[in-house]
């Protein structure tokens, strides 16, 4: 059976049953993984040894501030297991997404509330383990994020990354996945935000629906449909020049959205 890391119910820290797993699965060594946790016991024995013995660097922090200064280039995904004292897990996800797109997987107690996970979804988590698991099936979920964006790379090469759209003197460029307000200021997007204002643009004035919109962001598949209200509602704030109009990204109440403004493309 393999390692399972467990949360004591009186003491509330988590310790580890070794049964003799394996990693197994071949070195990954191009993958660079930030882990996240103030326990010295399960960062620096359990996950970061376990993901280290499969081929990944690690980089472990017991500061939630910290992992937001290490650029996304510098790593491709980030395990997040919050504490009360570091602050509310939630808001630390939100200024991750606020500037990157990459992979974030959040541990939780075996106590929380379905609410949270849903929530830690819906923010843009892209997975949301409980405790107690075992540390194959943490690499298994890791693995499977990273695959998943790994196709998306890969479909989007085959694309021609050409051309792009113009809106209310706007700029939305493929080459480069840019967008460029009136002004001539680049306005930085995450890769969701990208995908989410292209489809909108590549179907002016026509309602689109959520499901519609889940698929282009490439959104889990079994995510709620209020994740595509959350990914609208950040990319309505970066659109905005002039707060006194309306929204330029308009709500289909009942089905989704529609893109509002007229489109050229460049």
């Given at each position: 059976m393999a390692r399972a890391i467990h949360m004591h119910s009186q003491r509330h820290r988590s310790v580890v049953h070794d049964r003799g797993a394996s990693p197994g699965n071949g070195p990954e060594t191009a993958n660079h993984i930030v882990v996240v946790d103030d326990d010295p016991l399960l960062v620096q024995m359990m996950i970061t040894n376990y993901l280290e013995a499969s081929g990944f660097?690690?980089?472990?922090?017991?500061?939630?501030?910290e992992v937001l200064q290490?650029?996304?280039?510098?790593q491709c995904l980030i395990v997040l297991d919050p504490k009360p004292r570091q602050g509310d897990v939630f808001n630390v996800l939100q200024d991750i997404r606020a500037s990157s797109d990459v992979p974030v997987i959040i541990i939780s107690g075996h106590r929380a509330a379905e609410i949270d996970r849903i929530k830690g979804l819906e923010l843009g988590a892209d997975d949301y383990v409980v405790k107690p698991f075992s540390l194959r099936e943490l690499l298994a979920r890791i693995r499977a994020v990273l695959r998943g964006r790994q196709m998306g790379?890969?479909?989007?090469?085959?694309?021609?990354?050409?051309g792009g759209y113009r809106f209310g003197g706007w700029r939305l460029e493929?080459?480069?996945?840019?967008?460029?307000?009136?002004?001539?200021?680049?306005?930085?997007l995450t890769r969701r935000e990208f995908n989410l204002l292209l489809a909108l643009l590549e179907a002016p004035?026509?309602?689109?629906?959520?499901?519609?919109?889940?698929?282009?962001?490439?959104i889990r598949e079994d995510a709620l449909d209020r994740s595509i209200d959350v990914q609208v509602m950040r990319l309505r704030k970066k659109l905005v020049v002039d707060p006194s109009l309306p929204d330029v990204i308009r709500t289909e109440r009942g089905f989704g959205y529609r893109f509002a403004l007229p489109v050229e493309p460049l």
């Open positions: 660097s690690v980089k472990a922090t017991p500061n939630h501030a290490v650029r996304e280039v510098d790379r890969v479909a989007r090469a085959r694309v021609p990354q050409r493929r080459r480069g996945r840019r967008l460029i307000n009136p002004d001539g200021v680049p306005v930085l004035g026509q309602p689109l629906s959520r499901e519609h919109l889940l698929r282009a962001t490439h």
